[in-house]
């Protein structure tokens, strides 16, 4: 049996938004019903490269299909101005779980930001209000594109305001969205009042305060990725509903991480995670709710969920580079 070899080409084509998101909100669910395993994500930290490397690997089992993989990403912050190189590079070996085989072998830096942007579509369709026509975007690195492609399959979204320091990036933002939507550059607390936001900053000193956000706003806190990481004030977190992906990776390293850890929170301030809601455990949002806050981490299981449609759509297509990584005769 072949290996297929997917680039980050073969990966954007492949991983159809619309797909993803399903097969994402599946793992949830799955994680929710205790169908998955997903080891602890493991470090690797290197100072003196500024940077680190993670390993992620998971299996899950949904009620049509199982998959197994694992990813190998990392996060060098210096790679784009020392080396002309992403900040984050991450490679898939998406696997057969019954005969161990590498079915594929695939570009996980795209995938990274298709199943990103998935997660955040998927708690949106959960949290947010049903008529959201407008999305505001804090940072317009390269997770904000996926941010809006991802939301529009869930909502109908014609307002999209972003916001970022780097004026290049905004204009380069709004230059690649601006015949799909009403598109323009504004205030942190002009994208707080949109229906929607989602914020993909690395800061450690929160940027929005309640006072940047309607009544009503779903926020997609998707930035902290690592201990330290802080986009939302406090006082903010506190008036939220805080909906997370899952309580050991969020109290590490995702939005909650520097309250939780000084007591500004406890778990009590917690709702519930994204799965409870996807398997109708607790309520989404409903008309009393407020503010609401979806913690992303990013889960292991969300990459074996994307790289499991990218494997079948490549499949079906029969694209991507055979070759034979294992000898069958031994």
Not at 139 to 153: K, R
Not at 198 to 210: A, F, H, K, R
Request: include cysteine.
């Amino acid at each position: 049996m072949n290996t297929i070899l997917l680039n980050s080409d073969d990966v954007d084509e492949h991983a159809r938004l619309a797909d993803v998101i399903d097969a994402v909100e599946q793992a949830f669910g799955a994680f929710e019903r205790g169908d998955t395993q997903m080891p602890a994500k493991s470090y690797i930290d290197l100072p003196q490269y500024n940077g680190d490397f993670r390993s992620m690997p998971a299996y899950l089992e949904t009620d049509d299909w199982d998959a197994a993989g694992l990813k190998w990403v990392n996060v060098h912050p210096d790679n784009p101005t020392d080396h002309d190189l992403p900040t984050v590079l991450g490679t898939m070996i998406y696997s057969d779980p019954e005969t161990a085989v590498p079915l594929a072998i695939m570009d996980g830096t795209m995938l990274t930001m298709k199943r990103t942007g998935a997660a955040a579509a998927v708690a949106t369709d959960h949290l947010a209000v049903e008529d959201a026509s407008s999305l505001g975007i804090v940072g317009a690195g390269v997770q904000s594109y996926t941010q809006l492609e991802a939301i529009s399959e869930v909502r109908d979204i014609t307002e999209v305001v972003v916001s970022d320091p780097d004026t290049e990036r905004v204009e380069r933002f709004v230059e690649a969205f601006d015949d799909r939507f009403d598109i323009r550059s504004g205030s942190i607390s002009e994208a707080g009042h949109c229906d929607i936001l989602s914020t993909v900053t690395p800061v450690e000193d929160p940027i929005v305060g309640p006072d940047d956000v309607g009544e009503h706003t779903h926020i997609n806190a998707m930035g902290a990725d690592a201990e330290g990481k802080h986009e939302l004030a406090d006082d903010l977190l506190r008036a939220a509903r805080i909906v997370i992906d899952d309580h050991e990776q969020c109290t590490h390293s995702g939005e909650i991480n520097v309250p939780y850890h000084e007591g500004v929170l406890t778990d009590d301030d917690i709702y519930g995670e994204i799965g409870e809601i996807v398997v109708g455990a607790k309520d989404g949002r409903t008309a009393e709710t407020g503010v609401t806050v979806f913690d992303s981490t990013g889960l292991a299981i969300q990459d074996v969920a994307a790289a499991h449609v990218v494997y079948e759509n490549a499949r079906e297509g029969d694209d991507g580079y055979a070759f034979g990584l294992i000898d069958t005769e031994q």
